[in-house]
């Protein structure tokens, strides 16, 4: 017996050594990998605009200084770097901006971008909760609590629909009596020429009647040349035919009507016209009258280097290579990146939880406080958090913004990760992030309750999922997601879930509807493609001979990859995870066990300067 005690201590003691040695050495590499990585990425966040197109990128700094008490109107786009919809909608975004690209000195097209956490002060101002958001600020725009900006809704992702929805805008405000500062943009609804001159300016000496298709071409030439002095520009849509019929211009449309002061039609045929504005330009010319100086406005204030940043992409790509050969496993850096960006770019959006969103907010913390693997002083910010969200009836997103910024202070030892992604991280600075690093998130946490769990009765088996549904419901930027997702709860009985095995299983085939559902989507990741989890290649016997599924092995496999013992601490600071072991979420991990952290630095330092040594 006694016998038996020693050897069993002796290989205690032998693993331990084994252990820290093991964990000093891989703390080396990745300590190199941990600078490279930052190195590569900095703090900076590549939003989904940049120098090439026509969004004006905002940041908080320059939202304030632009937008309030401005002399021009602002289109805005509130956006998220990770949403699959802000993705897809960026191209046409770009489309509306190019197409009103020359009027910058009196409406901008621009853009900010939510999931950097230096808007998050103007986001959550704003009430920006689904993404994408579009915004409306008039001229001379005040700072006023009661007016944050005009919703504008657009219907679809289509160009032309959404640069009439600017002009729309426009509009509606030129009806109100406010953006006086740009050329009118209704269309000329007469029947005849007779009017033209009646809304031209009365030092216009020239005006230019364009009669369009369908293609938007009159508004963007009055914005063309808006500050050309003496000339003005209206349009007429095809659907005015009476006017058509009277100028006999059916069938050259578009097409330009020049007038002159007294009425007279100058000119109406241009059967070999490059373009309509080449028209313009042309015959202003010939009357003497220079365009160029006023049609190329130059804006930009922007700062270049900022945007510009060059990320070596090269390196980026070397790590997420090995990062991907690596298989299914999981990253302290995700799980932590993953909490942080949901507690600061989500939860404190909303500037007011009560109610229902109050409640989801207390299982979802709840939740946390026990599943999540965080380290001792995390473990305490946990609680803290838990705390506020039950110690009152109503809780200010300011509130839980100001603990999370405190938490991640200097010396308080509760984040061991940059916020960065790492198994999440995508071929793109604009693909995979923070909806991967959700869906890591709720399946370890379905995982470890099962874990910590065992065998205990009067359990809710649904403690996880719930917390996972109301944070989807609430809190979850992307509107379309958490749409699809509720209602896929409902179709797929999440309510019946009956186990805490069920749990993971439930929330592993909800992910496989989404996964087929994107298979092929122009958001995903080109190096990461949407296929069904796990893949035959990584677990073989996950699947029966005839293709279906074989769901004891498909669980098996589940929980070993969300296990807490299947983190990987790759660029995390394994001092701040292991400080003052104990009480921490770690303490069912294994490997590194119940051991005083100081006594292993000293048990294995001589191994280590010996490892240092032989490796020269
Ligand atoms: C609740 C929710 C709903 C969403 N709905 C939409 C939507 O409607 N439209 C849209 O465009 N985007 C949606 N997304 C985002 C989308 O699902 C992906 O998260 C995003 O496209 C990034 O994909 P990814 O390649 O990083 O892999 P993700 O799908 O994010 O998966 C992350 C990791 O989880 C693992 N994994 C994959 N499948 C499974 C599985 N079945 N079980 C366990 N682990 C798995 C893999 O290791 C994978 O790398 C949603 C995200 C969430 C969290
Ligand atoms: C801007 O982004 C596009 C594609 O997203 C890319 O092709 C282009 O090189 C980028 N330009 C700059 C200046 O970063
Ligand atoms: C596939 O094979 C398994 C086991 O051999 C069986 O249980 C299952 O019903 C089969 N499925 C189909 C669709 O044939």
Known sequence: MAKNSTVSS????????????????????????????????????????????????????????????????????????????????????????????????????????????????????????????????????????????????????????????????????????????????????????????????????????????????????????????????????????????????????????????????????????????????????????????????????????????????????????KVRRMGDVIFQMDLETALRFSLRQEISRTKIIEGDKLQALRSYVQVLVKYFPISKSGHHFLYDLSLLVTNSDSVKGTDISSLVKESEKEGKFIWSSPKQWLGCKGSTPETRGYPCGVWTMFHFLTVNAGEQNIGRRNMDPKEVLNAMYGYIKYFFGCADCSQHFQKMASERKIEQVSSLNEAIMWLWAAHNVVNARLAGDPTEDPLFPKKQFPTAEHCPECRYQNGSWNFYQVEQYMKHMYSSNNIRYIGSDMKVIHSDDGASNFHSNGILGPVDSKLKWLILMPLYLGYIYASH
């Open 10 to 321: 002796n290989i205690g003691l032998f693993l331990i050594v084994l252990s820290v040695y093991v964990t000093i050495s891989y703390s080396v590499s990745i300590n190199s990998i941990h600078n490279r990585f930052r190195r590569n990425v900095g703090d900076t966040v590549q939003g989904l605009y940049n120098a090439s197109d026509d969004v004006e990128e905002l940041v908080e700094s320059s939202f304030n200084k632009n937008v309030y008490k401005s002399d021009r109107a602002w289109f805005i786009e509130f956006y998220n770097t990770w949403c699959g919809h802000c993705r897809k909608y960026a191209p046409t975004y770009k489309a509306v901006a190019e197409y009103f690209r020359d009027c910058k000195d009196i409406l901008v097209i621009a853009a900010i971008d939510c999931s950097n956490e230096i808007n998050e002060p103007t986001c959550r101002y704003f009430e920006i909760m689904g993404y994408p958001s579009l915004r409306y600020f008039h001229e001379n725009y005040l700072e006023d609590p009661l007016n944050l900006g005009l919703t504008v809704i657009k219907a679809n992702d289509e160009i032309s629909s959404n640069i009439q929805l600017v002009i729309n805008t426009i509009i509606a405000e030129q009806d109100k009596g406010r953006a006086q500062m740009i050329p009118k943009l209704h269309p000329y609804n007469h029947s005849d020429v007779s009017k033209v001159f009646e809304l031209a300016r009365s030092e216009d000496k020239f005006a230019f009647l364009i009669i369009e298709n369908v293609d938007l071409i009159g508004v963007q030439t009055i914005l063309t040349f808006h500050r050309v002095p003496h000339i003005f520009i209206t349009y007429a849509l095809k659907s005015n035919e009476v006017l058509i019929d009277s100028l006999g211009v059916s069938n050259s449309l578009p097409t330009v009507v020049i007038l002159s002061r007294d009425g007279r039609v100058v000119n109406k045929n241009f059967t070999n016209a490059v373009s309509l504005k080449d028209v313009i330009i042309k015959f202003l010319k010939g009357e003497g009258i220079e365009v160029e100086k006023y049609v190329t406005y130059n804006s930009d204030n922007q700062d270049k280097s900022l945007k510009e940043k060059d990320l070596k992409k090269s390196e980026e790509n070397e790590m997420i290579d």
